[in-house]
């Protein structure tokens, strides 16, 4: 059986690929070793709207569902 499905979620994985890939992996590795917080990476992700994917649109979100929202933390975690 062959599929031949288009991802539905093709958009966010590649809006979200395209956002981590401006942060290395020596930018991760050197706040890990400084046990520190990716202060830059996690305002990217705000200002892309990212992080309010789940709150609801009239409370400033994204309103996206758990699964699209599932699909940004599968990417993010690549």
Not at 43 to 68: F, R
Request: with cysteine; proline share 3%.
């Amino acid at each position: 059986l062959v599929l031949n499905k288009v991802d539905e979620h093709q958009e966010i994985r590649e809006a979200i690929r395209d956002l981590c890939g401006q942060f290395s992996s020596e930018y991760f590795r050197k706040i890990d070793e400084a046990r520190g917080y990716p202060e830059a990476f996690v305002n990217a992700l705000t200002a892309a709207g990212w992080l309010a994917a789940l709150i609801p649109e009239e409370y400033g979100g994204s309103g996206l569902s758990l699964t699209q929202a599932s699909v940004i933390m599968e990417e993010i975690n690549r």
